[in-house]
């Protein structure tokens, strides 16, 4: 009896303290990043550089194949279903995104044509939390594979992104307003990230961008699909990226440019109708060839003016904390391929939303006041608490 009561009195002390160190596990903690909206005299323009010249890349990083087998919805596809797919949209970047894991380069090779040849973006989708709170690794150089099963602090929310941060290129909050994965209080917290999903299949976080921006957090605009079925019309080509490259038609882009212009912002999302949505594939490439692009935005003396290569419906112009600053419809004739907004002193951002005749929408990244001249504000630091610096993976 004095044998099993040892054992038992050492096996509970053993439970008492695993439960702590999984307890401390879970609690990094950190100071927030300082909310403070852009200020400066000086405006950066993520599209200083976008000229006719140049060409706009066709992208989606966000696409799941059966990697995983019956664990994910992204069990009916193969890695070359979405590449086939993709190439006959006439996509020029396609990512997989699977969770936890990287796509290995060979299974993308040999797709895409002399013509228009296909870059390979390694990318993945990390999370395997209760509440959808993912984030998008872009650039990807290893997978990071500890995560906050339950309902998580902002703080454990940080603590991944650092440590995404290390481990590729660029970083991007999926769909953030979905289920609740970032609450407005988290986005005006969170630092250590690059860009903002708000465009994705199953929700738009318009709104959460438009906090985020308001707190002075520089987070560029990227847009996904979300596929998890292929041959579902809905999941294909519903919400995708444009970047800005110089590269010549029938030229690769180095991913270098492509991860430069996603951070700086020369890059926009589009939004199709719901009646392309539905279209084959070969009407929604039809849709997509001839969907005006951005030609220009330029900021003149104190106007920010935007062209297209097209007719638009409407230009909406919106500032901080989401408020809309000025209305251009289209003209006599139902539409119009450009419209200016005076910059005001009290603007501290304007972004721009362009509503296409289909009904189609272009949302283009923010023009911000900064007080360096031609440089993008820089994400506020963050920094851990003391206490918990020792668990650290």
Request: glycine letters at 8%.
């Amino acid at each position: 009896m004095g044998r099993k009561h040892k054992t038992g009195r050492f096996l509970r002390r053993a439970g008492i303290v695993v439960s702590l160190f999984f307890l401390v596990r879970q609690m990094p903690l950190y100071k927030p990043a300082l909310e403070d909206p852009f200020s400066g005299q000086y405006w950066y323009n993520p599209y200083e550089q976008v000229h006719p010249g140049g060409r706009w890349l066709r992208a989606n990083f966000h696409a799941h194949s059966n990697a995983w087998g019956f664990f994910t919805n992204g069990r009916k596809n193969t890695r070359e279903d979405i590449v086939l797919k993709y190439d006959s949209l006439g996509y020029d970047i396609i990512g997989i995104s699977d969770y936890q894991h990287i796509t290995d380069s060979l299974a993308l090779a040999g797709a895409g044509t002399p013509s228009a040849p296909r870059l390979y973006i390694p990318v993945y989708e990390h999370g395997f939390n209760v509440l959808k709170t993912h984030q998008s690794s872009i650039g990807a150089r290893k997978v990071y594979w500890n995560d906050f099963i339950l309902p998580q602090t902002w703080s454990q929310k940080q603590h991944i992104l650092n440590r995404l941060q290390e481990r590729a290129a660029l970083v991007a909050l999926n769909h953030p307003a979905w289920m609740g994965g970032y609450s407005q209080r988290d986005v005006r917290r969170l630092s250590g990230y690059h860009l903002f999903e708000v465009l994705n299949d199953f929700w738009i976080s318009e709104g959460l961008w438009d906090v985020a921006l308001s707190s002075g957090k520089p987070a560029m605009l990227i847009a996904g699909d979300d596929a998890h079925n292929v041959f579902k019309p809905t999941d294909l080509a519903r919400d995708l990226t444009m970047i800005f490259s110089n590269s010549l038609p029938g030229t690769s882009c180095p991913p270098k440019t492509v991860y430069r212009a996603l951070e700086t912002g020369a890059a926009y999302g589009i939004e199709v109708t719901r009646r392309v949505a539905r279209g084959s594939v070969v009407q929604k490439r039809a849709c997509l060839d001839a969907m005006p692009v951005l030609q220009s935005c330029r900021i003149k003396g104190d106007s920010l003016v935007v062209v297209l290569t097209g007719r638009a419906r409407q230009f909406n112009f919106i500032g901080q904390d989401g408020a809309f600053l000025k209305s251009v419809p289209g003209t006599a004739d139902g539409a119009a391929d450009s419209a200016f907004y005076i910059l005001q002193a009290q603007d501290r951002y304007v972004r721009v939303k362009i509503s296409l005749p289909d009904s189609s929408h272009l949302y283009l990244n923010p023009v911000m006041r900064t007080a360096a001249k031609n440089n993008k504000p820089t994400m506020p630091a963050v920094q851990k608490r003391r206490l918990f610096t020792i668990f650290d993976s």
